[in-house]
């Protein structure tokens, strides 16, 4: 499997305070001086591209409120080798951004979204914002940041019953709505007993709307399994991170919001990119460097890695 796919975290900081993610909002943050510049992000982004790296995501944290975005954007989308420049997001500022997002060069955006319940996703975010990301998805859809797909966190007695109201958007919508399974990563988040293994969401569906039909979904990158209910312009997808194991196949490298790449979501295991760049390091320095994390890439799996608490909006999900 080559290295291709790169998950660049671009901020810690988020304007959500999901309970499962960020719970204890605005606190905990890294030092604004420890966080990647725009420059380092490019340089690293431009060596990975060195090495094979062709697909870049924006993540976080909430790349959105991370200041002048856009102009990363920029820099990214024209940095030679990358052919595909996405975005993870919770949605709460794309309609508002997305024109300008697309023009920058942006390809496509995930939006997380775990209730189209009002009071519901409240619940689970903090804020009463859903009608701002629905908007998003809306305005998505219209500017061509397309294909949409949808990230969905299923917790037990959280949002199990908003199941298929979610689903249903795959039905109305050309858009792919992902069910990603709940990984516990600190003390602060909701526990373990709140996972929901994505068989029991799949159950929930096909109870709902009768059997899926195995689907393929174009610029499919990652571990999702997709699938279509009958008569539906969009699809659903389940990412099974817990109860299914798919480190063999997997592609992709994460920057954190600090400069250490990790070669894999579930090991503490890093090296420290920032610490080279502002200790002068030449080019040739860091593309050693970032062909030995390539070649050891594999090494590194859910089996083989201790547990150790992270925080998701400083590594980037
Ligand atoms: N703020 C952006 C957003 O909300 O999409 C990007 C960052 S967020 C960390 C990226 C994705 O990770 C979201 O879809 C979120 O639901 C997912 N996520 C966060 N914590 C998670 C966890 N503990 N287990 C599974 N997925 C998680």
Not at 64 to 83: S, Y
Not at 107 to 123: H, L, Q
Not at 139 to 153: D, R, W, Y
Not at 223 to 238: E, L, M, Q, T, W
């Amino acid at each position: 499997m080559s290295i291709d796919y790169l998950r660049v975290s671009v901020t810690d900081r988020c304007n959500l305070r999901c309970i499962y993610c960020n719970p204890l909002g605005d606190c905990g943050f890294i030092d604004r001086r420890e966080i990647l510049r725009f420059e380092e992000i490019h340089r690293i982004v431009g060596l990975f591209a060195e090495c094979g790296i062709s697909k870049v995501r924006l993540t976080g944290g909430e790349p959105l409120v991370r200041k002048n975005i856009v102009v990363l954007v920029e820099k990214l989308a024209a940095t030679d080798g990358i052919k595909e420049l996405s975005m993870t997001t919770n949605g709460v500022l794309l309609a508002q951004m997305a024109d300008e997002l697309k023009a920058a060069g942006l390809n496509r955006v995930n939006i997380s979204i775990d209730s189209v319940e009002r009071e519901n996703y409240k619940r689970i975010t903090g804020f009463e914002l859903l009608e701002k990301v629905t908007k998003g998805i809306y305005k998505a859809i219209e500017v061509g940041l397309t294909p949409v797909k949808i990230n969905t966190v299923v917790l037990r007695q959280i949002n199990e019953q908003d199941i298929p109201a979610l689903a249903k958007l795959s039905i109305d919508m050309p858009i792919a709505v992902r069910f990603i399974e709940y990984c516990p990563t600190d003390k602060n988040a909701v526990p373990n007993k709140f996972f929901v293994p994505n068989s029991r969401v799949r159950r929930i569906i096909e109870n709902r709307f009768g059997s899926l039909a195995a689907a393929m979904m174009v610029k499919a990158n990652g571990p999702a399994v997709y699938f279509k209910i009958k008569d539906s312009s969009g699809c659903v997808g389940f990412i099974s991170g817990k109860s299914t194991f798919f480190c063999q196949s997997c592609n992709r490298l994460r920057l954190t919001s600090d400069g250490k790449v990790r070669p894999c979501l579930y090991s503490a295991h890093h090296y420290d990119v920032k610490e080279l760049i502002r200790g002068g390091a030449g080019d040739e320095r860091i593309l050693t460097l970032l062909k030995k994390i390539i070649i050891e890439k594999h090494t590194y799996t859910k089996l083989n890695s201790f547990k150790e608490e992270f925080s998701m909006r400083n590594v980037g999900g």
